[in-house]
């Protein structure tokens, strides 16, 4: 074998517990072995911990729990807020930022400032705070926070700098948004209502100023009073005392009339001539019964009046339908003219806002579309269309349509993976939407330079499978497939599973992907397995299925000498194809009645069927049920496209199936894979077993995981134990339980280092599993295909194999297996293979080359199997060089040389918690092992060394959604599930937090605001005086005096200068402030500017009005003025 020379540059002080020269595991057995002779390791390891670090790139999916909705009609861009404090701003396609309140806080309100650049949000805590959106980072300039008041509503005006924030005393504070410090001009609700009432008129829950003079602001209170407010005189109008609670008030643009909704359902309209009845009274929704009286109705939530030129008006509400119509949809209802449209909406209506062309509210309104937040979903109807059709969303909304169990992250997918997936889900898209262009179409965004082929794989709890292009930080769904459509549907009362398995029997648990050979491969939470080829053409085909009997007897006593207890190997010539193949026996029928024996699950359809091109279904492997107990969970799956083989594992063994043969070719419990070299001592199993818990246990449904379906979370290793004391076992069950609601939001456990002696009623599961080159044995001299096995114990075996390479005997000759003992033990389960070439390159796994089995026959070209890096041994120049195997469990990873199997280096990763997800990833043309551990921090250390490079306390709170569906991938980059209906991709790279900026959409675009329509000369001149309001004459410190310092404090925002962070000091924070001030001088001239324009221009209108004045008036005499 080839001499191995020392690490360079630093290399040779390995991480604690072990060197190169005294290497620190053992061998096959456990024991101890002699220092191998001394190597020259010749690589040059170049990653530092200056090429890392952690950063949010982009969030995809609908915001959980949403709570507000705004529209800048300008610039065209839309805000959501939620209750958990979140704000994702949203453009056209590509333009998508999200932004987190630092408290938390649920927000109520938002409002832009329309074509500013600029948005104000209102929290549940009381605190007001103004966003910068000028910048690809949206962050907060200025917050407010109310000490005695909570906040109820808040109004805006157009081009205005004051803003009118309702109390839920009743009332009304005005706030400059400029410098954002309360006016010393407050509206009391004492003042607001005559004196003479003598009850409270509860919380402001409208404001808005008169279309027809801006000095009149309208307040309405909860309780049914209305107040016109005379700003300038400080005085009321009028007011308006109705029985009858008002939820919401919209004004017809003319300022003469306004419509209230209320919680009757009733809409009423007022009249400003005759204030003290109203108008006209309506329930849309509610009918006159037998006796004469209307039939009670729902609240109107909210109301919207809205002119058109060419049409009758639009009045657009939600909620007013009649009580007796018990288990109705929420509903929008559009009325225009006399034609009343109700829109059924698949969730409840949070927030819905009536798009117009344009921003002055006292024009004509024009409006074209109406955004419908809901609970789970985002809708925009169309207007200008009399059927009301719905726009097609181009944003991933329906991450959740189904709840997410699993995700997986490819960013390396072969280039033409994703037209293909594209051009055959595109078959299958929704018709019946708008055709005219989505509304919302605000912010610039182009494809960034640094920009690669990624693809995000969700896994549903209703069993489809979701494709999704994530390149270039944007998210587009691909291609969707269903796995429910491989079995019969359960039929009520059938006694298979159906008494335990509830209403997710399909939910996906792990998906195992080959991009190369588009090999596919979901587990289902019904220990099934069901394996995919992808096919560009249609075909009639029959599933071929086999059923495993894989279940360790728990009054068993599982020692070392009772091995043959437990056969494995199937007979060398029971390898070839049957539709329905059992191991070791055939299925018992199993009556409902009876115990159910050597069944399965889930039936699999047995006739032929007709697939769709994309992935067909090309086998199903199924666990049976064994004396009356259901199989347990898969914990782990690999396939190999170059060996046509197949392994997964649970807490009772280990299998191996060759889908090209369709047969078993491995079935044996964990012990028997060590043989005679079992690492340990095993204590004698209690006979007692508790058959009804371990059931309820093993087949628990799907979801603690997604709050709101009030079910329970059945994950992979939930039923590693039978209920036992065992401290270990559970411990185990909690690390990789991470949705079980009894730990919901407890990662703390303890574990003994040591793990020499096993407690009664512990199952050792399997961990892990990885196919791949590699030496089987010391004594090997060349690589042979392998299986490495890890275990939840933390025990790592290798599993050689003789696979024929040649296509004609690759299909008939049987593949041998045989198991060769332990390698090494580990601290905790065993997480993650990677294996290295002698140059510290990852070895790639030998994968086919993707063939389409239904492409019509070319007698020129037969289609033969092609293998990458799968060829003969006596092949490969390197073949006598070995190469390293990475292996990571929760608490250590460790560098092996193989075919000696000597531990080069040695890393504990944790003491105080444990890795939850550990993966071998390419990031800045080198290799490195990237982890996240349980307390939240994520980690990277490199290869082959283990020297850590950056550890960094990301997630302090982690929870349990989190840690099921956090993945890394290569180029630096991470995700997982932030919530039930959103996907947070993260990166490690400093090379891609660099570039993220470009990468990013822009939300502001310079746009001249509309002007205004010509009013007319009359109007203009001798009419009302909307324009010549000055509210900074009335608000202004000098008018109105300082607001009481107790009332509000004003608190400096942490944002408004990308990058300042970074250049907080020296000669860079220098020319950062310098480049901040001629940024704010520029912006203060064009302000400056404007302000000129404006004035030449209004001074151009006097003297054109003076000029046409004194023309009028030259030639009267004196008496007939």
């Given at each position: ?347 409840p209506i949070v927030e819905f806002m009536v798009l117009c ?537 460790k560098v092996l040389l193989m075919p000696s199997q000597s ?108 002007e205004a329509q010509n009013r007319g000369f009359l109007k ?102």
């Open positions: 074998m080839k001499k191995f020379r020392k690490v360079l540059d630093g290399l040779t002080t390995s991480s604690p517990g072990g060197t190169i020269g005294s290497p620190s595991c053992g061998s096959a057995a456990g024991t101890p072995t002699s220092a191998p002779t001394p190597k020259d390791i010749d690589i040059q390891e170049t990653l530092v911990a200056e090429n890392f670090q952690l950063c949010k790139t982009v969030r995809h999916g609908f915001p959980y729990q949403p709570t507000a909705l705004a529209f800048d009609p300008v610039q065209k861009i839309l805000a959501i807020g939620s209750r958990t404090g979140g704000v994702r701003i949203l453009g056209r396609p590509g333009v998508d930022c999200y932004c987190q309140h630092e408290s938390g806080a649920a927000v109520l309100q938002l409002q832009f400032l329309i074509n500013e650049g600029a948005l104000v949000s209102a929290c549940a805590d009381d605190t007001l705070h103004l966003w910068n959106l000028r910048q690809r980072r949206p962050a907060v300039l200025h917050s407010l926070k109310f000490n005695r008041e909570r906040i109820t509503f808040c109004h805006l005006p157009f081009q205005s700098k004051w803003l009118y924030v309702g109390t839920e005393r009743g009332n009304t504070h005005i706030v400059n948004i400029e410098s954002f410090v309360l006016s010393g001009y407050v509206i009391m609700w004492n003042k607001a209502i005559e004196l003479s009432t003598k009850t409270h008129p509860g919380p402001v829950v409208h404001l808005s100023d008169s279309p027809k003079d801006e000095g009149k602001l309208l307040i309405g209170f909860e309780s049914g009073t209305i107040v016109q407010w005379d700003l300038r005189g400080k005085k009321a109008d009028f007011r308006i005392y109705y029985d009858e609670a008002i939820h919401s008030v919209s004004w017809h643009h003319e300022g003469k009339q306004f419509m209230c909704s209320h919680s009757d359902g009733s809409l009423t309209l007022w009249n400003l001539r005759n204030t003290t009845k109203p108008f006209q009274v309506t329930f849309p929704h509610g009918k006159i019964q037998k006796d004469g009286r209307k039939e009670s109705c729902k609240p109107i939530l909210k109301v919207e009046y809205k002119t058109s030129r060419n049409s009758e008006p639009f009045v657009v509400f939600s909620g007013g339908l009649s009580y007796d119509k018990a288990g109705r949809r929420p509903t929008l209802t559009i009325m225009h003219g006399k034609a009343i449209t109700v829109l059924e909406m698949d969730y062309d344009t921003p002055y509210n006292n024009e004509v309104q024009e409006p074209y579309a109406v955004v419908v937040l809901l609970e789970k979903d985002l809708i925009v109807v169309d207007l200008t269309q009399s059927n009301f059709p719905v726009f097609e969303n181009p944003y991933p909304m329906d991450v959740h349509e189904s709840p997410v169990t699993c995700t997986a992250y490819f960013a390396d997918c072969p280039p033409d993976i994703i037209p293909i997936l594209y051009s055959i889900g595109a078959k299958h898209k929704k018709t019946g939407y708008s055709q005219k262009e989505w509304p919302i179409s605000g912010g610039t965004w182009t494809l960034g330079s640094h920009t690669y082929p990624e693809i995000i794989i969700t896994g549903h709890a209703d069993g489809s499978i979701k494709f999704w292009d994530a390149s270039a930080i944007t998210l587009q769904m691909l291609y969707k497939l269903k796995t429910s459509k491989v079995f019969e549907k359960p039929k009520p009362g059938e006694g298979r599973a159906a008494d335990l398995v509830e209403e997710d029997p399909f939910a996906v648990q792990m998906v195992s992907w080959c991009p190369q050979s588009r090999i596919f491969c979901v587990v289902g939470i019904s220990a099934h397995i069901i394996l995919y080829r992808f096919s560009k053409y249609d075909a009639n085909t029959q599933i071929v299925s086999l059923d495993v009997r894989l279940q360790c007897e728990s009054d068993d006593v599982i020692t070392p000498s009772e091995n043959e207890n437990n056969p494995c190997f199937p007979e060398p010539g029971s390898h070839s194809p049957q539709p329905h193949h059992q191991y070791p026996a055939s299925p018992s029928s199993g009556t409902p009645e009876g115990n159910k024996d050597s069944i399965p699950c889930l039936k699999v359809k047995d006739r032929v069927v007709r697939v769709p091109p994309g992935y067909q279904a090309e086998l199903v492997i199924q666990l049976l049920w064994v004396d009356g107990e259901p199989p347990q969970q898969i914990t782990t799956l690999d396939i190999n496209s170059a060996y046509g083989l197949l392994a997964f594992g649970n807490c009772s063994g280990l299998v191996v199936v060759d889908y090209l043969q369709k047969t078993i070719l491995l079935c044996m419990s964990t012990l028997d894979l060590y043989g005679a070299a079992d690492p340990y001592q095993r204590l004698t199993r209690s006979p007692r077993r508790n058959r009804q818990s371990t059931s309820e246990l093993c087949m628990r449904g799907l979801s603690n995981f997604y709050s709101d379906s009030k079910k329970r979370i059945r994950t992979s290793y939930q039923s590693l134990t039978e209920l036992s004391d065992n401290q270990q076992s559970i411990d185990m069950e909690r690390s990789k339980s991470p949705t079980s609601e009894s730990r919901e939001n407890s990662f703390s456990r303890s574990r003994s280092s040591s793990v020499s002696s096993i407690d009664r009623d512990t199952k050792e599961a399997i961990t892990t599993l990885q196919f791949g080159e590699s030496y089987g044995r010391k004594t090997d001299a060349l690589p042979t295909p392998c299986l490495w096995v890890g275990t939840s114990l933390g025990v790592v075996v290798v599993i050689p194999m003789s696979v024929p390479t040649e296509q004609e005997e690759r299909m008939e000759e049987p593949v041998t297996i045989g198991p060769s003992g332990v390698v090494l033990l580990l601290k905790g389960s065993v997480l993650r293979f990677g294996f290295l070439d002698c140059m510290g390159v990852l070895i790639q796994s030998p994968h086919e080359v993707w063939r389409d089995l239904n492409a019509p026959e070319d007698p020129d070209r037969p289609r033969r199997r092609k293998l990458i890096n799968f060829s003969p041994s006596s092949s490969q120049d390197t073949c006598g060089e070995g190469h390293l195997a990475v292996v990571c469990s929760e608490r250590q990873a531990c080069l280096f040695v890393h504990n990763i944790t003491e105080s918690s444990f890795v939850l997800r550990a993966d071998v990833v390419s990031v800045c043309n080198s290799v490195c092992l990237a982890c996240f551990c349980a307390n939240g921090h994520i980690m990277t250390l490199s290869l082959p060394s283990l020297r850590p490079l950056v550890n960094v306390n990301y997630l302090p709170l982690t929870d349990m959604r989190i840690a099921r569906t956090f993945c890394f991938t290569n180029g630096g980059q991470a995700l997982y599930l932030s919530s039930p209906t959103e996907i947070q991709r993260i990166t490690y790279s400093q090379e891609m937090c660099d570039n993220l900026q470009e990468m990013l959409g822009e939300l502001f675009t310079p746009i001249e605001t509309p203009g001149f001798f009419g009302g005086n909307a324009h010549t309001f000055d509210r900074e004459e009335l608000f202004g410190e000098a008018a109105a005096g300082k607001a009481s310092r107790s009332l509000a404090q004003h608190i400096p925002g942490q944002g408004g200068v990308e990058g300042m962070k970074v250049a907080a000091s020296g000669v860079v924070g220098d020319l950062a402030r310098a480049r901040v001030a001629l940024d704010e001088r520029g912006q203060r001239l064009g302000e400056l500017e404007d302000r000129t324009a404006l004035m030449m221009t209004s001074a151009e209108t006097f003297s054109k009005h003076a000029h046409e004045l004194m023309l009028k008036c030259k030639d009267k005499k004196w008496y007939q003025f």
